[in-house]
T-cell receptor, first 118, second 115 residues
Framework: DAGVIQSPRHEVTEMGQEVTLRCKPI?????LFWYRQTMMRGLELLIY????????DSGMPEDRFSAKMPNASFSTLKIQPSEPRDSAVYFC????????????????FGEGSWLTVV | DQQVKQNSPSLSVQEGRISILNCDYT??????FLWYKKYPAEGPTFLIS?????DKNEDGRFTVFLNKSAKHLSLHIVPSQPGDSAVYFC??????????????FGTGTKLQVIP
């Protein structure tokens, strides 16, 4: 069974350019998450969706960041314009369960997208 | 405001010895605590968890201890093996608005097990 698939795996872009990261969650998972990993802050939750609807975007750092989930099998995280401080690893994750009964062991992460903004 | 803190960015341990990874938290509303393991160029994977109503959970070589009064948890790996070398993230879960859980991760501790 395929896991969470992210693309691109690596991206190097110039400051000011638009960056689009893509994610295909595990089929049947109703929850999709976007995380950012940095040395200083660890794994930060940026936004998550339930049944394609954004539930909590309080972790999105600025208006330059936006995320969409047009259908159950695809999501994008867009940064426009990108800045050097956006350089990080961005993880997409999905889960079949996040409400009652959730104990944290059902979040499945993709391999991440390494973003470098120069 | 870092609600989940891992104050040791790295740890080196000899193969066969015990590895102890520590984590502190500030939010008393957390009801589950978790450890995730991450190898280079891979996403984090779930390792072990503990409910806030327990003080210990064991799974093979891995044991998690929870001290609620101190708001502290630790992961013990005995015996440590070279394949355990990875970054370990501590995480905690609490009920958020609308009934959804919110998982907060720490900054990670890089464990190196020396053969």
């Amino acid at each position: 069974d395929a896991g969470v698939i992210q693309s691109p795996r690596h991206e190097v872009t110039e400051m000011g350019q638009e960056v689009t990261l893509r994610c295909k969650p595990i089929s049947g998972h109703d929850y999709l998450f976007w995380y950012r990993q940095t040395m200083m802050r660890g794994l930060e939750l940026l936004i998550y969706f339930n049944n394609n609807v954004p539930i909590d975007d309080s972790g999105m750092p600025e208006d330059r960041f936006s995320a969409k989930m047009p259908n159950a099998s695809f999501s994008t995280l867009k940064i426009q314009p990108s800045e050097p401080r956006d350089s990080a690893v961005y993880f997409c994750a999905s889960s079949p369960l996040y409400g009652a009964g959730f104990s944290g062991n059902t979040i499945y992460f993709g391999e991440g997208s390494w973003l470098t903004v120069v | 405001d870092q609600q989940v803190k891992q104050n040791s960015p790295s740890l080196s341990v000899q193969e066969g010895r015990i590895s102890i990874l520590n984590c502190d938290y500030t939010n008393s509303m957390f009801d589950y605590f978790l450890w995730y393991k991450k190898y280079p160029a891979e996403g984090p994977t779930f390792l072990i968890s503990i409910s806030s109503i327990k003080d210990k959970n064991e799974d093979g070589r891995f044991t998690v201890f929870l001290n609620k009064s101190a708001k502290h948890l630790s992961l013990h790996i005995v015996p440590s093996q070279p394949g355990d070398s990875a970054v370990y993230f501590c995480a905690a879960s609490a009920r958020g608005s609308g009934g959804y859980q919110k998982v907060t991760f720490g900054t990670g501790t890089k464990l190196q097990v020396i053969p």
